[in-house]
């Protein structure tokens, strides 16, 4: 089974993706978190996005094809190291961000004999997005390069012009779903448990 979660920066899609592997085996592929790694391992690709991360503008969509399509072909990659980590399926976090990835990733998954089995989407106000994210940093400070308001404001204009165009795509193919983010975590956790269960998805405790 693959997933994509989809929502605006902060909509907690981490969060809920977390939780997904732990409890269904999925394989969780944030291309935010394996971009951060690539940039605090100084690794030429690291250079190279490190200042589109920071600004929060998105990589060139061949960058980060090349980044799944290595994962889904089993090849060794950042967050990724262990070859069938795969095997049951993978929620995707920030992937795809654009038509074209969305249009790369059906491709590649179908060179597998694969599909996009579930869309979903978190969402959540804009004014909750920047109050959580001004509590995030009075709580641990300021964490990522990106977090700040000036940021998330930019990176929320990006997602509404380059990202959210997708949703038609995925819908006239039937898949999406939208979920209420604002509600709390053990909920939102609930509802897409639901739309899993309503499909062959069976958590793992329950597939025994
Ligand atoms: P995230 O952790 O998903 O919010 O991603 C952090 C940053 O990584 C984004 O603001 C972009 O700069 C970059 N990024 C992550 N995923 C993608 C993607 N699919 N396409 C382009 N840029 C991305």
Redesign the pocket.
Known sequence: MNIVLFGP?GAG??TQAHLLERNYGLKHL????M??AEVRNGTPLGQK?EA??KN??????GI?IDIIRGCMTGQDCEGCPEEDSCQNGFIL??????VP?AEALEKMLAEHGEKVDHVIVLVVDEDILIERIHKRMEETGVARS?DNEETLRH?LS?YHKQTEPILPYFEQKGLLRKIDGMLPIEEVTARIAAILEEGLAQPLEKAQ
């Open positions: 920066p899609k981490g944030s291309t935010g978190e971009l951060r996005v589109l991360l929060g503008d998105l990589v060139p969509d980060i976090d920030g992937f795809p961000r654009t990835q990106d990176r990006v």
